[in-house]
């Protein structure tokens, strides 16, 4: 069992920045890929960016590309989101998850541990 908890998120205006945290419990992180999904009100969860085991390869959601940057800690046991160049439509509630498998990165389905979420909002 992994239990992750995020921090970071806030209210942010549009262009601004922000970086999220993951801190995930236990010493078996370094093992997993790591992913962050995102659900806006009324809509699904959707993938937003993900990170192998090593830190070596990441994987963006084409609306984020070149505006976010996953990146990872194993010694700290942690993954962040860097995100800038915000805009209103990035307003959701972020979360991070476990890949055991280190698989289908964009798929929901392959991740097995969730955190409870960080609100982010951007304003117009």
């Known amino acids: 069992q992994v239990q992750l908890v995020e921090s970071g998120g806030g209210l942010v205006q549009a262009g601004g920045s922000l970086r999220l945290s993951c801190a995930a419990s236990g010493r078996t992180f370094s093992r997993y890929a790591m992913g962050w999904f995102r659900q806006a009100p009324g809509k699904e969860r959707e993938f937003v960016a993900a990170v192998n085991r090593s830190g070596g390869d990441t994987y963006y959601a084409d609306s984020v590309k070149g505006r976010f940057t996953i990146s990872r800690d194993n010694a700290k046991n942690t993954v962040y989101l860097q995100m800038n160049s915000l805009k209103p439509e990035d307003t959701a509630v972020y979360y991070c998850?476990?890949?055991?498998?280190?698989?289908?990165?964009?798929?929901?389905?392959?991740?097995?541990?969730w955190g409870q979420g960080t609100q982010v909002t951007v304003s117009s």
């Open positions: 998850a476990v890949n055991r498998r280190g698989l289908y990165y964009s798929v929901y389905s392959e991740y097995d541990y």
